[in-house]
């Protein structure tokens, strides 16, 4: 069985890859999801396991995560047909660009097509990649980041510039960064909401993929009950992680939100947009899946 590095990861999968792979295990009626599940120790050390099945191939992504000592990555990719292990890689990497490449799929389905603007509240390691993958979907010309710590917002900002060829801004604000946005993307580990809903203009898009736990939000409860359309990677994670949904209207309420799984809207797309959408991203094991096939194939 092989092992692939952070770095041989990173350089196989480059993030126009990962938004095609992704939006094709999404549009597969065979592709399988296991919802992620946590063994939490009493001293903080939570351990992490999801896993997935796309095409030829079958996989599980195991980390561990603790507040004081960080993360751990790792992908076990297998051959579907036999259940004969193939490679495990390094998986840091994997998941920050399979995470920005959903909401690159999200994006270009849900996005208004003219955009042009878009705000990134957060700057650290998975906003760098959200932002790249709204650049492959859409001709953005205004960038406006904003985080708490205005060095690395500072530092984000020119990194950005110098490798998207983009004006990009770092806000002194989260609103100074979101009034007038075409497309909004929320990468932060807040607990509580980081927006506010009068600052989105209308016609908005939001991506929230910062929150993957029950009791924690980057989203209004009034943003979520007003938006035309919300899509969800999937319905299942959703109930157990979907914090930003989970806050503004139990999931046994859910018939009462214009809710979908983002797989359905590929197979359908929705009309030109009118109003608010939200994708609440999760981040799901097909994706770990459908990433680390590129990554085995390249």
Not at 152 to 171: I, P, T
Request: net charge neutral; charged share 25%.
């Amino acid at each position: 069985m092989r092992f692939l590095s952070e770095d041989e990861v990173r350089r196989r999968l480059p993030m126009a890859k990962a938004i095609a792979a992704l939006r094709q295990a999404f549009l597969s009626d065979e592709s399988r999801n296991q919802p992620r599940r946590r063994l939490i120790l009493p001293g903080g050390t939570v351990l992490h396991s999801m896993a997935g099945a796309v095409g030829p191939y079958l996989g599980t992504k195991i980390y561990s995560t603790n507040a004081k000592y960080g993360a751990h990555f790792h992908f076990l990719l297998y051959e579907a047909a036999t259940g004969r292990p193939l490679c495990l890689m390094d998986a840091n990497a994997l998941g920050q660009i399979r995470t920005g490449a959903a909401t690159g799929v999200a994006v270009e389905l849900l996005g208004p097509v003219e955009a042009t603007s878009c705000a990134i509240i957060g700057s650290g390691f998975q906003a760098w990649t959200q932002l790249e993958a709204v650049h492959v979907v859409r001709k953005l010309t205004e960038v406006r980041v904003y985080g708490r710590d205005e060095q690395r917002r500072r530092d984000f900002a020119a990194r950005a510039r110098d490798a998207f060829g983009l004006n990009v801004e770092a806000a002194s604000s989260a609103e100074r960064a979101v009034r007038g946005a075409d497309l909004v993307v929320t990468a932060t580990n807040a607990k509580d909401p980081v927006i506010e809903d009068q600052w989105l203009k209308p016609g908005a898009f939001v991506a929230a993929m910062g929150s993957n736990q029950a009791n924690r939000r980057e989203l209004p409860s009034d943003t979520i009950l007003r938006a035309e359309l919300i899509a969800v990677d999937s319905m299942e994670q959703a109930k157990i992680e979907a914090g930003d949904l989970l806050l503004a209207k139990p999931h046994e309420r859910w018939v009462e939100l214009p809710l979908i799984e983002l797989r359905e809207l590929l197979k359908t797309p929705p009309a030109s947009p009118g109003g608010l959408r939200i994708f609440k991203s999760l981040g799901i094991g097909i994706e770990d899946v459908a990433a680390a096939a590129v990554v085995w194939e390249s």
